[in-house]
């Protein structure tokens, strides 16, 4: 009887200062997750190198990190890694008056129970490359100190329509993750999840809120932008290195 090759761990890499989670890439355990816990700064060339030897180690065939600014790529990219993917950059001031929204789509707190929904509208909303599983998730709720977890739906219909993830780190808020059911878009339910997580930034004296799409996404584009986000350049890349294994 053929045995499953069991799949990597998620595992905190440290060098210094320097802090890195390898997971694997949702639904492909061949492919590693590079996520960086210390955003805004580069880490060294030596814990590049460190999480090539780790993934390696750990039976990858393939590397990839999370979105990226371009201070943040430097030292993958030296240590061999290409983009495979460009992420649009917007931001807008919270200060700024929030538009009114779609008052038939309800927005409450999401619970433990609602996670097997969540995905499964991740899934139906965004191309495979971007599928969240579980631990990514998981992550996505852990990401910032604080976080607002919120599914919307239709007053009429209790089923989740869209779900959305902000977080706060010091002023700056997040607008992690934002999924809408394909067949619920163009009703509104974005813009309400965009806007309610707004508030709650502004509640918690978040100034700036950031969020980041694929440059090709012209659909969230154009909803950012219409409701006051502006495009920051050059953007965010994820970057992806063959082990050659």
Not at 222 to 238: A, D, H, K, T
Request: charged share 20%; proline share 5%; hydrophobic share 40%.
């Amino acid at each position: 009887m053929m045995r499953r090759q069991r799949e990597p761990a998620a595992e905190t890499l440290r060098l210094g200062q320097d802090r890195l989670r390898l997971r694997p890439w949702a639904g492909d355990a061949g492919t590693g997750l590079l996520i960086l816990l210390t955003p805004g700064a580069a880490v060294s060339e030596s814990m590049a190198s460190a999480a090539i030897e780790a993934a390696t180690g750990r039976g990858y065939n393939r590397l990839r990190t999370s979105a990226l600014s371009g201070i943040e790529s430097e030292p993958f990219i030296r240590a061999g890694f290409q983009p495979c993917q460009v992420l649009a950059l917007l931001s807008r001031p919270i200060a700024n008056g929030l538009p009114s929204t779609n008052s038939s789509v309800a927005i409450r707190r999401a619970r433990r129970r609602d996670h097997s929904s969540v995905l499964a509208v991740d899934h139906a909303a965004f191309e495979l490359f971007w599928h969240l599983d579980q631990a990514g998730l998981h992550d996505a709720l852990r990401a910032t100190p604080f976080r607002h977890f919120r599914v919307a739906h239709h007053e009429a219909d209790t089923g989740v329509a869209g779900y959305a993830i902000s977080g706060r780190s010091g002023p700056a808020g997040y607008l992690q993750r934002l999924a809408i059911s394909p067949h619920q878009q163009g009703q509104g339910v974005g813009a309400a999840l965009v806007v309610d997580g707004l508030r709650w930034m502004a509640r918690r004296g978040a100034t700036q809120a950031w969020v980041n799409t694929p440059q090709h996404n012209t659909g969230a584009l154009r909803l950012y932008e219409r409701l006051g986000f502006e495009q920051v350049p050059p953007g965010l890349q994820v970057l992806e290195l063959d082990l050659g294994q």
